[in-house]
């Protein structure tokens, strides 16, 4: 499992205004869209990786680190966590790095408008209420929650894990009878994983399955 966090009382405040804004002013258009699909892997990255990835936010979470945050599968915060996706405060549209794709499916959509339309702060109380943060938490055991769920998940059937983040992707692009059939496929290959045959076996033992991913 993958976790990310702040290194210090901070998640991440974006780019840096004179190190990366500065320098994109002075980019002709093949440059500035080169930098901008740069920045969109990333994401596409995050998505594509076989492991959930829980994000232990806290303190300020803002532009490009409120789109790390966002691509997270689970993001764990604290009281004072300030989310902004802060594109329009420096004159640039709302929709970076797959943020009109990714947060109106975890917040819903007039939420996301207007978060994307104001570049205000979420504070963390708004942001569990929205469903942003699946959970708050004391800043002080803030990371020591994040690592404490990614080892419980990292207990469990890794390569099923997998399957579900692969699912929850491509199923945004289904309708219901295709995401229905994607899932009988998907769960049949994992029924003839080794997992699968050692929780059977030690659920008839009543014992606890110990998983090793394949």
Not at 85 to 102: I, K, N, P, S
Not at 149 to 165: D, S, V
Not at 190 to 211: E, I, L
Request: hydrophobic share 45%; glycine share 12%.
């Amino acid at each position: 499992m993958v976790v990310i966090a702040g290194a210090g009382e901070n998640f991440c405040s974006g780019g840096d205004v004179h190190d990366i804004i500065g320098p994109l002013t002075k980019l002709d258009m093949p440059g500035l869209l080169a930098f901008t699909r740069m920045t969109g892997d990333l994401v596409k990255a995050m998505r594509a990786c076989p492991q959930p990835i829980v994000a232990a936010i806290d303190g300020i979470c803002a532009g490009a680190g409120a789109m790390l945050a966002l691509a997270s599968d689970i993001r764990l915060g604290t009281a004072r966590s300030k989310t902004a996706f802060l594109f329009t405060r420096v004159g640039l549209a709302g929709c970076d790095m797959g943020a009109c794709a990714l947060l109106p499916r975890v917040i819903g959509q007039g939420r996301a408008a207007e978060l994307l339309y104001t570049g205000r702060s979420m504070g963390g109380v708004e942001g569990e209420r929205w469903g942003f943060f699946n959970s708050l938490h004391e800043a002080p055991d803030l990371q020591a929650q994040a690592l404490a769920l990614a080892a419980g998940l990292a207990a469990g059937p890794t390569f099923a894990h997998g399957m579900t983040k692969k699912m929850l992707q491509q199923e945004w692009n289904m309708g219901i009878d295709e995401a229905i059939e994607a899932e009988a496929q998907a769960q049949a290959i994992c029924m003839a994983t080794n997992d699968f045959h050692r929780a059977y076996h030690a659920f008839v033992a009543k014992d606890k399955p110990q998983f090793e991913g394949d």
